[in-house]
């Protein structure tokens, strides 16, 4: 009987001790999960945040070293076709020191002549245009035009003669205003008006105006 007990005693013991280490086992297992679990969650917040920071760096790279667009200030009160022309020749400005990011004060006062420059040549040939479609208008005028034409041509020359003068004839030979529909016909009215009075031409006209001829110069 004592052998057994002391048996029994050693099976308890043995077992005891493989159930503690069993139980330790497990709880470091899961000691080791937690901190596993803990670890990963963490490391991948850490993968995205690096992530996000070499997202955010290869933002930076794009923008990096790029200028913020020009802007011309203007004082209030400028009309809107003022504003578009300035913001037009910031964006000039801008693409050319994207080209030339080292360009000096002279470099870029040479590109603000050459673009106004060239701004002034296109009004003057848009305006030249104009002037001669004002002309077009007025020879294919159901009254003023057609068979009228040379009618017209000459009661012009009337109102001219008796009102007129070298300098006005200037301004609407230099401004392509002798072209315009609105100023033949009231030329022409007034033309028509002295025809049937009877005025005496005015001595300050030295030439007869010719309208249509009149064209813009700038």
């Known amino acids: 009987m004592a052998e057994e007990d002391t048996g029994a005693e050693a099976q308890t013991s043995t077992d005891g001790t493989t159930q503690t280490d069993a139980t330790e086992q497990e709880a470091t297992g899961q000691e080791r999960y937690a901190s596993d679990g803990a670890e990963n969650p963490a490391g991948d917040a850490g993968d995205g945040s690096a992530d996000d920071a070499g997202k955010a760096g290869d933002e930076g790279e794009t923008t990096e070293g790029e200028p913020e667009p020009l802007k011309i200030a203007l004082p209030e009160g400028v009309p809107d076709e003022h504003r578009e022309a300035a913001d037009k020749f910031a964006g000039v400005v801008g693409e050319f020191l994207k080209g030339k990011p080292d360009a000096t004060p002279a470099d870029i006062a040479q590109l603000a002549v050459d673009h106004q420059l060239a701004e002034v040549r296109k009004a003057t040939?848009?305006?030249?245009?104009?002037?001669?479609?004002?002309?077009?208008?007025?020879?294919?005028?159901?009254?003023?035009?057609?068979?009228?034409?040379?009618?017209?041509?000459?009661?012009?020359?009337?109102?001219?003669?008796?009102?007129?003068?070298?300098?006005?004839?200037h301004l609407l030979d230099s401004t392509g205003l002798g072209n315009n529909k609105a100023v033949i016909e009231a030329f022409a009215k007034i033309g028509r008006d002295i025809a049937g009075a009877g005025v005496e031409p005015s001595k300050g006209s030295t030439q007869a105006f010719d309208p249509i001829k009149a064209r813009y110069s700038a």
């Not at 002037?131 to 208008?137: A, F, I, K, M």
């Not at 007025?138 to 003023?144: G, K, M, T």
């Not at 034409?149 to 003068?165: I, K, L, P």
């Open 125 to 169: 040939e848009d305006f030249s245009a104009e002037v001669e479609r004002w002309g077009d208008e007025v020879r294919n005028d159901p009254v003023l035009g057609g068979d009228n034409f040379g009618t017209t041509q000459s009661h012009v020359h009337q109102a001219m003669e008796a009102y007129g003068s070298p300098e006005l004839e």
